[in-house]
């Protein structure tokens, strides 16, 4: 179930002069008393505009949503922040999560700052930075032998053992409602045009099914007219259930899942599988599976044109935007908005 609001008449007006953060959207998030908001500065990242990168590529224009700059160095402090601040305002005292690595990170740090017990279980080949910071937040850490399904599993029983609440991706409706700011930010940053094509890494959804439910929203304040962007989903050769479910538009049965260096983009078994299916097909999307070797190659590339290190996730991207101005599906009057999900320096 997604939160909904009375959307009936609110302005654009109410955001001069407000902070720079996403809670300048506030009336458009669930947390019904301020006091009860914990934030760390999260949102408002910049948007670049990668003019070397378009002029070879010959587009019109590819801009790069950066949400590296973060509290705890990726996109995810949004959808915790949102989840915390609610799971205070609820009474909530303990939570667990599975995480691929950035999710318990930003969990850890913003439970601490609420004085909300949290346990992180997270794959054990994550990148040891990612584990540690888990640990210097004061949560417990549990580490699993293979990837983030089965980490759910783990949090699944903890929480029916214990009465810890489950913030897993998708399984509460408000970590998406700090990922939709993502929308509300790219329309005011770009002056209420929103891009032609946006292209998304794609591992559990939730940044993407939460911009295009902001989309909507703006849509119905009338603070966006026009035509939407085509959303793409993108992920790894190792895993990519969601592009075998575009092409025959029936989930795999089975295959062969494995960790990727991009850790965010090894999930198995996506929660919302079904919304994110709903959102490429609505916005007449489509899906791009990279590898592991085009991913290592696009970090690079980027780092010595643009001068911006990106994680693996947001490589994957570039990558994906490469082969589709291959095949055409990209033209050269349009403008594309890539996403860097997190700090490449959190992967060491």
């Known amino acids: 179930m997604l939160a909904c609001y009375h959307l009936s008449s609110l302005s654009k007006k109410i955001l001069a ?21 914990v934030s760390l500065g999260e949102g408002w990242t910049p ?51 599975p995480t691929a690595g950035n999710a318990g990170g930003a969990l850890s740090a913003y439970a601490a700052k609420a004085d909300i017990k ?13 584990q540690e910071e888990c640990r210097m937040y004061g949560a417990e850490l549990i580490l699993l032998n293979g990837l983030i399904d089965a980490c759910g ?22 970590r998406l409602e700090g990922k939709k700011t993502l929308g509300f930010e790219i329309a005011e940053q770009l002056n209420w045009q929103l891009p032609d094509v946006i292209i998304y890494p794609t591992g559990g959804g939730t940044g993407l099914v939460g911009m295009w439910k902001a989309f909507k929203e703006m849509q119905q304040l009338k603070w966006i007219g026009g035509r939407l962007p085509r959303m793409i989903i993108v992920q790894s050769k190792n895993c990519n259930p969601m592009i075998q479910m575009f092409e025959t538009g029936i989930f795999p049965e089975t ?21 994110i299916q709903q959102v490429v097909h609505e916005s007449n999307g489509t899906a791009v599976t990279v590898t592991e070797e085009e991913i290592t190659s696009g ?6 044109n643009e001068g911006l290190l990106l994680s693996p996730e947001g490589s994957a991207t570039y990558i994906g935007l490469k082969k589709l101005i291959e095949k ?10 890539l996403f860097n999900t997190g700090s490449w320096y959190k992967y060491r």
């Open 17 to 37: 002069g407000r902070l720079q953060t996403m809670w300048r959207y506030a009336e458009l998030l669930p947390v019904a008393d301020e006091e009860n908001i």
């Open 47 to 97: 948007i670049h505009s990668l003019q070397k990168l378009s002029a070879h590529l010959g587009i019109n224009s590819i801009l790069l949503k950066d949400e590296s700059v973060n509290p705890t160095g990726s996109f995810k402090a949004r959808g915790l922040s949102v989840a915390i601040s609610k799971a205070k305002e609820l009474g909530i005292t303990h939570c667990v999560i």
């Open 118 to 130: 949290a346990t992180v279980i997270m794959p054990a080949h994550t990148p040891e930075t990612l």
């Open 153 to 174: 599993k783990k949090a699944k029983q903890l929480a029916a053992e214990t009465g810890a609440f489950d913030i897993s991706t998708m399984k509460e409706p408000y």
């Open 255 to 275: 295959f062969t899942a494995e960790a990727s260096v991009a850790n965010g983009l090894a999930v198995p078994y996506p929660f919302a599988k079904d919304l």
């Open 299 to 304: 970090i690079e590339d980027i780092a010595v």
């Open 328 to 337: 055409d599906y990209i033209k050269e009057d349009e403008t594309v908005l």
